[in-house]
């Protein structure tokens, strides 16, 4: 059974940073794209941003130079790391990737920007 576990969401002030992880059981994310989404009240879901099997990364307009998305093949574990955090930043993440014609997703992790 393939389990994503993310963790790292916390509450922060505007300008604070954090690590969120996203442990993966059950499969090999080696040949995949890992994939971080993010759903705000009353929003839709977005994508924030994904890095590709090479290591080859993209993000979305408003985090760039803020948000760095990494992985560690490894540890069967993906990245996002947030910095300059604002209070639209606000928002339940999400990490997701696609196998074998699969899509897998995590239960979320609370990120909260707030003074």
């Known amino acids: 059974q393939v389990q994503l576990v993310e963790s790292g969401g916390d509450l922060v002030p505007p300008g604070g940073s954090l690590r969120l992880s996203c442990a993966v059981s059950?499969?090999?994310?080696?040949?995949?794209?890992m994939a971080w989404y993010r759903q705000a009240p009353g929003k839709q879901r977005e994508l924030v941003a994904t890095?590709?099997?090479?290591?080859?990364?993209n993000y979305e307009d408003s985090v760039k130079g803020r948000f760095t998305i990494s992985r560690d093949n490894a540890k069967n574990t993906a990245y996002l790391h947030l910095h300059s955090l604002k209070p639209e930043d606000t928002a339940v993440y999400y990490c997701?990737?696609?196998?074998?014609?699969?899509?897998?997703w995590g239960q979320g992790t609370q990120v909260t920007v707030s003074s």
């Open positions: 059950g499969t090999t994310i080696r040949y995949s794209t």
């Open positions: 890095i590709t099997s090479d290591k080859i990364t």
């Open positions: 997701h990737f696609r196998r074998t014609g699969w899509d897998y």
